[in-house]
Nanobody, 122 residues
């Protein structure tokens, strides 16, 4: 079992930056690839970024590439999402999730956090 708790979401102006954190419980954090999903009202949940177990491999959706950076600290059982040059269309609830490998479908992720709201004002 892995429990995930996100933090760092808030209201920010367009062009600003935020760093989301996701703290995991349990000793098996390094056994999982981690993803940051987001879901805007009326839209499907989409994978924004993901990182492999070791942190050597990453994935970014085209919509966030060159603006978001995912990283992890296995010693601290934490995964981060640094978000720069934020746009109003980045407004969503952001979730972290754990899977066996980097995949884009949310159905492959076994554990989920409760989500943190990011709102970008224009």
């Amino acid at each position: 079992q892995v429990q995930l708790v996100e933090s760092g979401g808030r209201l920010v102006q367009a062009g600003g930056s935020l760093r989301l954190s996701c703290a995991a419980s349990g000793r098996t954090f390094s056994s999982y690839a981690m993803g940051w999903f987001r879901q805007a009202p009326g839209k499907e949940r989409e994978l924004a970024a993901a990182i492999s177990r070791s942190g050597e491999s990453t994935y970014y959706a085209d919509s966030v590439k060159d603006r978001f950076t995912i990283s992890r600290d296995n010693a601290k059982n934490t995964v981060y999402l640094q978000m720069n040059s934020l746009k109003p269309e980045d407004t969503a609830v952001y979730y972290c999730a754990a899977a066996n490998t980097i995949v884009s479908t949310p159905y492959a992720y076994h554990y989920w956090g409760q989500g943190t709201q990011v709102t970008v004002s224009s």
